[in-house]
Every structure is written in structure tokens, then in C-alpha cells.
């Protein structure tokens, strides 16, 4: 049996990141399309965010704004935060498994092709009261 693991599951929850968040694993989407996206709203407001997702022709825009939606969704719901004063803390995407298959070429021979998936993880957080 495991020793201590009361404490240790009470010391985890402690020590959890109590932010709102959302993930998106296994997009069919490259890491490196999907950053040229999200550097565009890291610390922005997230109704700013979800507008220039919104007019952004990319095709990881869609994926990364439904994601934001979910954390909002988490924000708003589960930890009863205001809308209006969430922005987004941290975006990143991570590199998840790649697909390898091979493609055909001249006398006989294959080249192989990477098809690269994504793991798209997006932080919200509330901005601090302005003290007067």
C-alpha cells in the first residue's frame, strides 16, 4: 500500500495551479503553424483574442478559438470568475506524436513524410484591481 497518500494528494491539490485552463490534444495541425497563431493573442483581453482569431486566416485559428471558448467556459462556470476581467495568461503549443507514412519517388524509392500533431493548452487569468 501507499504511505502517506492523504497528504500527498492534500499537498498536490494545494499546490495545483488554480487558474482556468483548457487543452486540446492530437490536433492534426504542425506546432510551428499553430505558434505563428498564438503569439498573436498571449496577454491579450479575451474578447480582443477571440477577434483577431476570428479575422485571421489561418487554419489553427478555429481549433485555438475553441479552445479559448472551453476556458472561458471553465472561468465563468466553474470557478465563477467575470468575463470581462480575463485575459490570456499563458498559450502554448506543445509537439504531440507524429504520423510517419511514406510517399513515392522517381525509380523505385520512397521519401518519408512527417504529418505533425499538436497539443494546444491555453491559461487564463484575472487582471489585478487597479489601486488608486
Same mark, same amino acid.
Given at each position: 500500500?501507499? #504511505? &502517506?497518500?492523504?497528504?500527498?494528494?492534500?499537498? &498536490?491539490?494545494? !499546490?495545483?495551479?488554480?487558474?482556468?485552463?483548457?487543452? %486540446?490534444k492530437?490536433?492534426?495541425?504542425?506546432? &510551428?503553424?499553430?505558434?505563428?497563431?498564438?503569439?498573436?493573442? &498571449? !496577454?491579450?483581453?479575451?474578447?480582443?483574442?477571440?477577434?483577431?482569431?476570428?479575422? #485571421?486566416?489561418? %487554419?489553427?485559428?478555429?481549433?485555438v478559438?475553441?479552445?479559448?471558448?472551453?476556458?472561458?467556459?471553465? %472561468?465563468?462556470?466553474?470557478?465563477?470568475?467575470?468575463?470581462q476581467?480575463?485575459?490570456?495568461a499563458?498559450v502554448y %503549443?506543445?509537439p !504531440?506524436? #507524429?504520423?510517419?507514412?511514406?510517399?513515392?519517388?522517381?525509380? !523505385?524509392?520512397?521519401?518519408p513524410?512527417?504529418k505533425? #500533431?499538436?497539443?494546444?493548452?491555453?491559461?487564463?487569468?484575472?487582471?489585478?484591481?487597479?489601486?488608486?
Open positions: 500500500m501507499a #504511505t &502517506r497518500s492523504k497528504e500527498k494528494t492534500a499537498a &498536490r491539490r494545494a !499546490g495545483a495551479d488554480k487558474r482556468p485552463q483548457a487543452h %486540446a492530437y490536433i492534426r495541425i504542425s506546432p &510551428r503553424k499553430v505558434k505563428i497563431v498564438i503569439d498573436l493573442i &498571449r !496577454g491579450k483581453n479575451v474578447d480582443e483574442a477571440l477577434a483577431i482569431l476570428m479575422y #485571421t486566416p489561418k %487554419a489553427a485559428c478555429p481549433v478559438a475553441k479552445v479559448l471558448n472551453s476556458a472561458i467556459a471553465n %472561468a465563468v462556470n466553474n470557478l465563477e470568475m467575470n468575463r476581467d480575463l485575459y490570456v499563458e %503549443a506543445n !504531440g506524436p #507524429t504520423l510517419k507514412r511514406y510517399v513515392a519517388r522517381s525509380r !523505385g524509392s520512397a521519401s513524410m512527417l505533425r #500533431t499538436s497539443h494546444i493548452s491555453v491559461v487564463l487569468d484575472q487582471k489585478k484591481a487597479k489601486e488608486a
